[in-house]
């Protein structure tokens, strides 16, 4: 019923900057809360950031102050913006969302998981 597609990922010099977004499309009355992990090799998932309709928003202390967890409510689409990255940074970063959707109840959905590589 819903389709999560993520974008924005890629390679970057330490220090620098990417913004990932991720847009659901689908029969979505609305995004409830949305959430961040990422999975680096040989580790486990492990959650970053959450933002949550009431606009509250809560980071892992590993990027706190470092990135941003936003969305845009027309889109159905919630950005990661993450700067001042370090080479530890470097994962598969994957967007986490509950969603109403339209005339039915609340799903949780997963994005595909997206690359981001920080070179140093």
């Known amino acids: 019923q819903v389709q999560l597609v993520e974008s924005g990922g890629g390679t970057v010099q330490a220090g620098g900057s990417l913004r990932l977004s991720c847009a659901a499309s689908g029969r979505i009355l609305r995004i409830n809360s949305m959430n961040w992990y990422r999975q680096a090799p040989g580790k486990e998932r492990e959650f970053i950031a959450r933002?949550?309709?009431?606009?509250?928003?809560n980071y892992s202390d590993d990027v706190k102050g470092r990135f941003t967890i936003s969305r845009d409510a027309a889109k159905n689409t919630v950005y990661l913006q993450m700067n001042s990255l370090k080479p530890e940074d470097t994962a598969v970063y994957y967007c986490?969302?509950?969603?109403?959707?339209?005339?039915?109840?609340?799903?949780?959905?997963w994005g595909q998981g997206i690359q981001v590589t920080v070179s140093s």
């Open positions: 986490n969302i509950f969603v109403t959707v339209v005339d039915g109840p609340t799903y949780n959905y």
């Open positions: 933002g949550t309709s009431g606009s509250s928003t």
